[in-house]
């Protein structure tokens, strides 16, 4: 029986955090190989030095079993987390067709809803599970990522796929301490609770350029992000997901409780002039909403403006 081939594309803030965490723990086993798929001087530094994950006082190199910036190279493989921008999806994924066979679990862990879709559609033999993570991090320097907070929770599952197969990776995210959920048919509406609060706050906050603090303190502003978020829940009931009554109420909640000098990434992305998540964070839901005939008179208008800006 041959090594389980574990390959993490995009050693970013999420990339390197689970990719680390993988690594760590199964790198050194002989029946493992991970490989980390990352570019430039952040590739360079982690062959050279391994990876540095800081999380609060602990910091410590960890060295995967190869970094490659080659996808071609890397062959058959039995695990794929998908770690990279979700604009990026579908180029990075044709570049590992030949790295897919039909028992490859495959598991997108990007901002957004569509990617799932999109992997069950272009690799219809692999086993594609849905997830998303909750996590602060970001590269701090090349071969450097850090992590803030303790918290860093991974939501997964897909109760289609074969039990044995949803067992092996449950029990390799054990193993490797990583604090994880594993879902069954309820994991689509999981995901959706977490894109019911990025979409509406990213969106927000590259239209205003403001903070979510300043956003809370303006009556408007914060009545602008409530009805977007209404907006996205009526979409997703359309799409037969039922998120919880109080769904809204509850992202309005945690906007209050999160840093109030925090934006988005999205709003980053926006303000540097770098390729932004638009399309997939604001653009998906107004795409799906004519699909099924219904009105967000609040997010076409963000999206239009926002189109703008590009």
Request: hydrophobic letters at 40%; proline letters at 4%; glycine letters at 8%.
């Amino acid at each position: 029986m041959g090594k389980y081939r574990i390959a993490v594309v995009g050693i970013g803030g999420v990339g390197g955090y689970y990719g680390g965490k993988l690594a760590q723990r199964f790198a050194a086993d002989d029946k493992y190989e991970v490989i980390f798929v990352a570019r430039g001087d952040h590739k360079n530094r982690i062959e050279k030095e391994g990876l540095l994950l800081e999380q609060g006082e602990e910091s410590e190199p960890i060295h995967p079993t190869t970094v490659t910036d080659d996808p071609a190279t890397i062959g058959l493989t039995d695990l794929i987390l998908f770690c990279v921008k979700s604009y990026s999806l579908a180029q990075v994924a044709e570049q590992f067709a030949q790295s897919i066979k039909p028992d490859t679990v495959l598991l997108p862990l990007l901002n957004g809803v569509e990617s799932i879709e999109y992997l069950q559609q272009r690799f219809r033999d692999a086993q594609v599970l849905w997830g998303c993570v909750y996590i602060i991090s970001s590269i701090k320097a090349p071969g450097v990522v850090q992590v803030q907070g303790k918290y860093n929770r991974l939501v997964w599952g897909n109760s289609k796929l074969p039990p044995q197969t949803l067992e092996s990776i449950n029990r390799l995210f054990d193993e490797a301490g990583i604090n994880h959920e594993q879902y069954g048919q309820e994991v689509e509406t999981k995901v959706w609770e977490k894109f019911s609060f990025i979409s509406p706050v990213a969106s927000l906050t590259s239209l205003t350029h403001q903070s979510m603090g300043s956003i809370m303190g303006q009556e408007a502003l914060k009545v602008q992000l409530q009805e977007l978020m209404q907006e996205l829940v009526l979409v997703a009931k359309t799409k037969g997901i039922n998120l919880p009554e109080e769904m809204v109420e509850r992202n309005l909640a945690v906007v209050v409780k999160l840093p109030q000098e925090a934006t988005s990434s999205m709003e980053r992305d926006f303000a540097s002039g770098h390729r932004t998540e638009l399309e997939n964070l604001t653009g998906y839901i107004v795409r799906e909403a004519e699909k099924h005939g219904i009105a967000v008179p609040k997010y076409e208008q963000v999206y239009r403006e926002l189109k703008k800006q590009l």
